[in-house]
């Protein structure tokens, strides 16, 4: 199943959106951009670096000037840390590569990185095939990759940790983590009311069958 969570701030005002996928979500954030006349603001999405999701998101708004996809700090932080265990002789060697590779990317130093990965010694890798494949990721993203120390230093956000909070209480800590098995319909449905408990438009919805499609304080 492949419910889709989109969670929306601006200012200190928030908003979250369910659908059944990645493309019933956008069309869904352009009908709320619309009515809450966001369309001109400066659009910033975090994702983690999935090819198909950053291709939709690029193809849905390419009409859109203001909109930047930004790599999520603790996606990229994770990705390497996985990718690396696979990829070096043992613990020491991976984090002493992480050592070195993250503080580059932590400053938007992609090129380098590279040139880091393409010249770790022979004798400390177990799997070359894991390191064509981060160099790849970041070849792919290299453009969606910030000086996160930048951004942290003006007080802007580096990562979606809240938009993944969000989907672990809507999505995975009432289906994935209990054990359940879901049918499509049922796990959707599920997500949804969640959603409108979190928007708190939960009694509105079932007293009223109405949803206001506005971001809450």
Not at 67 to 74: A, C, N, P, V, Y
Request: charged share 25%.
């Amino acid at each position: 199943m492949h419910d889709t969570v989109t969670h929306i701030e601006f200012g200190d005002k928030k908003y979250v959106l369910t659908g059944d996928c990645t493309k019933t979500c956008l069309w869904l954030l352009n009908a709320f951009l619309s009515y809450n006349s966001l369309f001109g603001k400066r659009l910033q999405i975090f994702t983690d670096g999935h090819k198909a999701l950053n291709a939709g998101i690029l193809k849905h708004f390419a009409w859109y000037e203001n909109m930047q996809i930004i790599l999520d700090w603790f996606h990229l932080h994770k990705k390497f840390k996985e990718q690396l265990s696979l990829t070096m002789k043992g613990r020491v060697l991976r984090n002493t590569t992480l050592g070195k590779i993250m503080p580059l990317l932590w400053h938007g130093l992609t090129n380098e990185a590279i040139s880091y990965l393409e010249n770790i010694p022979s004798s400390e890798i177990k799997n070359y095939e894991y390191i064509r494949k981060l160099v790849d990721y970041l070849n792919r993203n290299k453009s969606n990759i910030p000086n996160y120390d930048l951004r942290k230093r003006l007080k802007l956000r580096n990562s979606s940790n809240v938009g993944k909070k969000i989907n672990d209480l809507i999505v995975s800590n009432r289906q994935k983590k209990n054990g359940m098995s879901w049918v499509k319909k049922g796990s959707l449905n599920l997500a949804i009311i969640t959603s409108l408990k979190i928007n708190d438009k939960f009694k509105k919805w079932f007293q009223d069958k109405e949803v206001d499609f506005k971001l809450a304080a």
